[in-house]
T-cell receptor, first 111, second 113 residues
Framework: NAGVTQTPKFRVLKTGQSMTLLCAQDMNHEYMYWYRQDPGMGLRLIHYSVGEGTTAKGEVPDGYNVSRLKKQNFLLGLESAAPSQTSVYFC??????????FGPGTRLTVT | GDSVTQMEGPVTLSEEACLTINCTYTATGYPSLFWYVQYPGEGLQLLLK?????DKGSNKGFEATYRKETTSFHLEKGSVQVSDSAVYFCALRGQTGANNLFFGTGTRLTVIP
């Protein structure tokens, strides 16, 4: 039982490049979330999903897109990376109203 | 909107010292309150929670009491250990939205032997 896993762990992008972050969970959770963590700002919700095929915007969705084609996977895409997207990205999952389980994070640097 | 204000750090304590990290919140209705801990290089883990007024959450020697009259959920531990060194986040889940959490800015605790 791996819990929540994230791929990759680290990535460096140039401005304008695109990439996809993958989150996978093996707990059969309905809900999944993407957060970003920046110094002095805690975690902020980017997008979330309440089930396969559904997504919704969080607090800071601009510049990101997401997809939930399979229940166990939640993808976060950056179509044209900007330096302001340099951050640590965390994925989490939960049953409908319950504890959120977090992945280990992806550290992204955009130069 | 819902928000959490958390004591800024960093906090440095000697082993066996007492710890208090302050957390206050703003929310409509009756939110649930949480403390998460992040150890170096890892994701966040739930430390404790409280879902209604006057509830006390506890785990690993840490405690926090949901005080609606002061809108607070302060984290306390009577005797910290070196292994408690981590970043601590206070969070709330409002009554609207899909189980979304609102986090404080985090407090880094370092415990020295």
């Amino acid at each position: 039982n791996a819990g929540v896993t994230q791929t990759p762990k680290f990535r460096v992008l140039k401005t304008g490049q695109s990439m996809t972050l993958l989150c996978a969970q093996d707990m059969n959770h309905e809900y999944m979330y993407w957060y970003r963590q920046d110094p002095g700002m805690g975690l902020r919700l980017i997008h979330y999903s309440v089930g396969e095929g559904t997504t919704a915007k969080g607090e800071v969705p601009d510049g990101y897109n997401v997809s939930r084609l399979k229940k166990q996977n939640f993808l976060l895409g950056l179509e044209s990376a900007a330096p302001s997207q340099t951050s640590v990205y965390f994925c989490a999952s939960s049953y409908s109203v319950g504890e959120q389980y977090f992945g280990p994070g992806t550290r992204l640097t955009v130069t | 909107g819902d928000s959490v204000t958390q004591m800024e750090g960093p906090v440095t304590l000697s082993e066996e010292a007492c710890l208090t990290i302050n957390c206050t919140y703003t929310a409509t209705g009756y939110p649930s309150l949480f403390w998460y801990v992040q150890y170096p290089g890892e994701g966040l883990q739930l430390l404790l929670k409280a879902t209604k007024a006057d509830d006390k959450g506890s785990n690993k020697g840490f405690e926090a009491t949901y005080r609606k009259e002061t809108t607070s959920f302060h984290l306390e531990k009577g005797s910290v250990q070196v292994s408690d060194s981590a970043v601590y986040f206070c969070a709330l889940r409002g009554q609207t939205g899909a189980n979304n959490l609102f986090f404080g800015t985090g407090t880094r605790l370092t415990v020295i032997p």
